[in-house]
């Protein structure tokens, strides 16, 4: 089950990781996709409109929940690489508590405050009653969707990104087939998308447990690893409480975009819905560089091999600077083809393909960030990550969407520049927080 990425190539274990992980991102995100190109075969605007405000909010929990988790990835990766099992498996049963009470907690919260939720964000009048069912199935299925995360988060800490890859399949699979039967053959629009995705969820968390329960790895499990622990527990929290933050600033951050381009109206809506979708794909590679220098750096850190650590951050560098700079030319020929696979609407169409112009340099800019984010982690130095999210989104990324929308009425593409307007401000963040790292010889101590 583990895997040791403490020696060999780093570049080969980067990609021997990242892989894996990349395509497990690019089908959960396939599965969200699922849901909004279905519902927009068979119903109009609207529903869209509903899946699509209704999946921001989802996905705001669920990057929260992964980024609390990077603190599982990071804590259990360098007990794995100092060769400690039994810390590993201490921070594997915390790991369960902690996240099992937090989701029991937050479903209820969420239910209660499903109808506010949908009046806070501006949801368009007409998908007003689709987004509260479509919230309320996925709120229900919130324990699973916590279940998987954390699940694929401790594999990944233990440098196995191949067994959260088939867990994901199934789900994408089951998904599919499940909008198809209760969107199409049911007729239910939104509501049936939120029933595909959280069914599938729990055939993905029956089938990763099928999978545990057949495999045997180093670590030996004991009940009494679910107590709390002080030691295990502090450091979960100490590196994903920030992480989880940053997370969740990054996705209010969205929804305020949102709300700014609900105000504008339902075509404008619908068109920033279907890019921030489009947007999950393209991200998905630097996604997976900010876990695979997470996890590759937090064991070789353990194993007191910290120029490895930094080899890893100058690969993803490199990645995600070559990805971001391809996608970006070539979106500003195919924009509106891009659009065109969600709406058949020619507004939408057209706000769409504006919109997506001006967001795809973010790709470049983002991936930079992303990658100095998986090393702090991995340090233990995750605050940087939240103080450079948050200044990004309050000093720009939020002002500079809503003025966009108030200067150019007639086009979304200067709301668009936003996004990497914000990262901009990241990356120089991170840059001089790297420089003072270096200077202080912090990654030598690895101090947490």
């Known amino acids: 089950m583990e895997q040791d990425l403490t020696s060999g190539s780093v570049l080969k274990n980067i990609l ?23 519902v927009g075969q068979f119903f109009g605007v609207a529903e869209i409109t509903a899946v699509s405000v209704g999946s921001q909010v989802m996905h705001m929990l669920t990057v929260m929940v992964v980024g609390l988790a990077m603190g599982s990835t990071v804590t259990i990766g360098r007990a794995i690489g100092a060769k400690e099992t039994g810390r590993a498996t201490q921070a594997v049963g915390n790991t369960v508590t902690l996240f099992l009470g937090m989701s029991a907690v937050v479903t209820v919260l969420l239910l209660i405050l499903v109808r506010p939720i949908v009046t806070v964000i501006a949801t368009p009048q007409e998908a007003v009653s689709s987004a509260v069912s479509y919230l309320t199935v996925c709120f229900l299925g ?5 279940a998987y995360n954390i699940i694929s988060s401790i594999f990944r800490g233990l440098g196995d990104s191949k067994s959260p890859l088939y867990f994901i399949a199934v789900a994408c699979v ?3 087939a499940l909008d198809y039967l209760c969107i199409g053959g049911l007729g239910l629009g939104a509501t049936g998308a939120a029933f595909g995705t959280v069914l599938s969820q729990v055939s993905s ?14 670590l030996s499990w004991d009940w009494a690893y679910l107590k709390p622990h002080r030691e295990a527990m502090g450091q979960i929290l100490r590196i994903g409480v920030p992480v989880a933050l940053q997370d969740g600033f990054i996705q209010v951050s969205f ?13 404008d809506a619908a068109a920033v819905g279907i890019v921030e979708k489009f947007i999950g ?11 695979t220098v997470s996890a590759l750096s937090a064991q070789n850190i353990g194993a ?3 120029g490895r650590a930094l080899q890893a951050l100058r690969y993803a560098l490199f990645i995600n600077a070559g990805f971001g700079l391809l996608a970006s030319v070539l979106i500003q020929y195919k924009a509106e083809w891009v659009i065109q696979m969600f709406s058949k609407d020619a507004r939408v169409i057209q706000l769409g393909g504006q919109y997506l112009r001006g967001y795809i340099w973010d790709c470049i800019v983002a991936g930079m960030h992303f990658s100095f984010t998986g090393y702090f982690c991995a340090y233990g130095m995750s605050a940087i990550s939240f103080l450079h999210n948050f200044l990004s989104i309050v000093c720009v990324r939020i002002p500079g969407a809503f003025l966009a929308s108030m200067l150019f009425a007639d086009t979304l593409f200067p709301m668009g520049l936003a996004a990497p307007g914000g990262s901009l401000l990241s990356v120089v ?8 790292m270096r200077h202080k010889g912090s990654q030598v101590s690895g101090k947490t």
Do not use: E
């Open 142 to 146: 919130i324990p699973f969707i916590t």
């Open 174 to 176: 089951a998904n599919i």
């Open 205 to 218: 968390v029956l089938f990763a447990f099928v999978m545990v329960q057949r495999r045997k790895g180093s």
């Open 304 to 306: 007191g091999k910290h």
């Open 281 to 291: 794909i393209v991200f998905l590679v630097p996604s997976a560089m900010l876990s």
């Open 429 to 436: 963040v991170c840059a001089a927080a790297f420089c003072w």
């Open 255 to 267: 929804l305020a975009i949102t709300v700014i381009a609900n105000h504008r109206g339902l075509d």
């Open 16 to 38: 021997r990781f990242s892989m894996p992980y990349l395509l497990s991102c690019f089908l959960q995100t396939l599965y969200g996709l699922a849901d909004l190109y279905i």
